[in-house]
């Protein structure tokens, strides 16, 4: 059974810094694509960043330049590192994994940026 747990998440204040990490179990073939979405309070979930099995990624534009996402595949685990955080980076951030066809979810994390 493949289970995603997140990690790292917290308050932090207006320009400041979280790295938030997941970890996956339960997995016995490469995953394809990881990602990291988020939402906030009555918004519709969103992505923030993904990164394929070879490395490539893409961004949101609301994160691009200050966030960094990356991924160990020996692992199973995928991080993103946030600089320059912002109150509107206020959500329940998640991690998702896609292998084969399937996607799967963490529990997620709360980021509160105060200002």
């Known amino acids: 059974q493949v289970q995603l747990v997140e990690s790292g998440g917290g308050l932090v204040q207006d320009g400041g810094s979280l790295r938030l990490s997941c970890a996956a179990s339960g997995i016995t073939i490469s995953i394809n694509a990881m990602g990291w979405y988020r939402q906030a309070p009555g918004k519709q979930r969103e992505l923030v960043a993904v990164?394929?099995?070879?490395?490539?990624?893409d961004y949101a534009d609301s994160v691009k330049g200050r966030f960094t996402i990356s991924r160990d595949n020996a692992k199973n685990a995928v991080y993103l590192q946030m600089n320059s955080l912002k109150p509107e980076d206020t959500a329940v951030y998640y991690c998702k994994v896609n292998i084969l066809f399937n996607d799967y979810w963490g529990q997620g994390t709360q980021v509160t940026v105060s200002s």
């Open positions: 990164i394929k099995h070879g490395g490539s990624s």
